[in-house]
């Protein structure tokens, strides 16, 4: 576990951050300015907080009323920035193993293994000048992960990348949380890469955390989903394989007592995958339709209702354990009496249901 609550000042600007960061992917999430880099640097040892305490895995790093302030070398946390960072005179391998020579009491995973789950066997002998970013990030990854860290922390790692390289590294990123057991700190800008690799979600702005907990109970919490993102606005939700109807090739996933049928067979029985629900793909219901088209009718509770300025409304039903978003007209809000606490059927044709 991480432990941060900080407050540093830089003239006008105040960051007052509180959170934990358990086993697992905690993203940060927040526009320029929100205090995200303050935030990286002071829970990595690079700047000192004004007040407060950082502390992991109960050995404090950090703390300003008992005068303690572990330089980062001393703080085993694996960091990983936008611009990756290597030693432009090493090769890929010898960038790799630097870290562990600095650090022979970490106890680091075996170089093939990081080497395999990164996908970097074939860059080992080359520079990184001559490799694509995508590929520079996967080494600057592995080299964190050789160092033998307790936590690992990404400052905003695919800022810097376009689209392209950002499709190239995400699948192995997605690879890597899965399989390491260690608090991971994620930073970024971007509400999809939250989604897409973390469990939970801290929201800066202007310097304080106005949302944490579960991605989309954050997300719904700092209203992130307005009528001004509604094109990409979008619920990811944990799902487990428990059927697959090989004649139809479709797959049915369970999210809590539901099941959810998606196109395509996806995985073994038991696998985990994560679907991704587009607001405007769910309708609302009253009463479960009859003889319908549409394979996933789930009933759950409203929780929250937010109007639009413009013809849209976004209403946020608990399914279960898991969130959705529905959008919906504001004529159809008030024609059906839709508001928090009222039982409704959230209705997803298969042919909707995405993968994350």
Known sequence: MLDVAIT???????????????????????????????????????????????????????????????????????????????FPHFSVRTNLLFGRRRRKEAVAPAFEEV????????????????????????????????????ALLFDEPLAALDAERKAEILPFLETLVREIALPVLYVTHALEEARRLAERLVVLDGGRVIAAGPVEEAVAAAGLASAGDRLLDAATIEAVVVERDEAYGLTGLAIG???????????ERGDAARLRFLARDVALALDPPQRSSVRNVLPGVIRGVKRGTGPYASITVDIGGAVLRAEVTRRALDELGLAPGKMVYALVKSVAVSRA
């Open 115 to 150: 080497v395999d789950t990164l996908g970097i066997g074939a860059l080992l002998d080359r520079r990184p000048r001559s490799l694509s970013g995508g590929e520079r990030q996967r080494v600057a990854i592995g080299r964190a992960l050789l160092s033998g860290p307790r």
């Open 257 to 267: 007592q539901h099941v959810v049928w998606v196109p395509g067979l996806i995985g």
């Open 8 to 86: 540093r000042r830089f003239g006008d600007f105040q960051l007052d951050a509180a959170f934990e960061v358990p086993v697992g992917v905690t993203a940060v999430l927040g526009r320029s300015g929100a205090g995200k880099s303050t935030l990286v640097a002071s829970v990595a040892g690079l700047t000192r907080p004004d007040q407060g305490r950082v502390a992991l895995g109960g050995e404090t790093l950090f703390d300003a009323a008992r005068r303690i302030d572990l330089p980062p070398r001393k703080r085993r946390i694996g960091v990983v920035f936008q611009d990756s960072r290597l």
